[in-house]
């Protein structure tokens, strides 16, 4: 099983609602996302390059890739981040994360992963999202988990439930029936750095 996800970036509003829901749903501590919404075009989020009538923008949302062939994996020392042999999710143990920051300096994906210098805060005291959402620990590395908590229940991931304009699939990419495998097959499509042999598990539809 290779579970992952396909974006089409035809859809995608650049809302934010990926971002947001994902911060609420996994109880992200303040100044921490998994998912953030790129602006391809001018200096500044949501601004066009060039000018009227020929300017162009469009909005690229980026968290972990989920790679078959994750760079991650390979130079973390004490196992923290891994594969899960069931799902093929990228996943961090933070019991066992030292802190040392390994993954996040092979990781070509810049910023999808942050590190917690302390211990987790919040804009209102305390976590409103999921109760089963695994909790935040200080000095550690984290990341997308493509909400591990939900897919243990058989539900999608919450950026995938909640994208307004329907941008999202997610299913098993080893499953040619799958509707990701669908769409990879029918569509043209593009994966970030594709050249660096990551084989990431995040398709974007073009």
């Known amino acids: ?84 042999a069931e799902t093929g999710v990228v996943r961090q143990d933070y019991d066992k994360c030292i802190g040392c920051r390994m993954c996040m300096s092979a990781c070509p994906y810049t910023g999808v992963r942050s590190f917690n210098w302390e211990e987790p805060k919040y804009a209102i005291g305390f976590p409103v999202g999921d109760p089963d959402a695994s909790p935040h620990q200080k000095h550690t590395v984290e990341k997308c988990t493509l909400c591990n908590n939900l897919l243990a229940k058989g539900e999608e991931p919450k950026c995938v439930v909640s994208c307004v304009g329907e941008a999202r699939h997610f299913g098993d990419f080893d499953d040619p029936d799958s509707e990701v495998s669908r769409l990879v097959r029918e569509r043209e499509h593009m994966q970030l750095l594709h050249e660096m042999g990551t084989n990431p598990s995040v398709y974007y539809l073009v």
């Open 1 to 84: 099983m290779q579970y992952g996800m396909v974006i089409d970036l035809k859809r995608c509003m650049g809302c934010q609602t990926c971002s947001t829901s994902c911060k609420l749903s996994n109880n992200l501590p303040d100044d921490t996302w998994w998912t953030r919404v790129l602006t391809v075009g001018g200096d500044v989020i949501d601004t066009a390059s060039g000018t009227y009538p020929n300017a162009h923008m469009r909005h690229v949302p980026l968290g972990c890739q989920h790679c078959e062939n994750p760079a991650c994996v390979k130079v973390c020392p004490v196992g923290a981040t891994f594969k899960d």
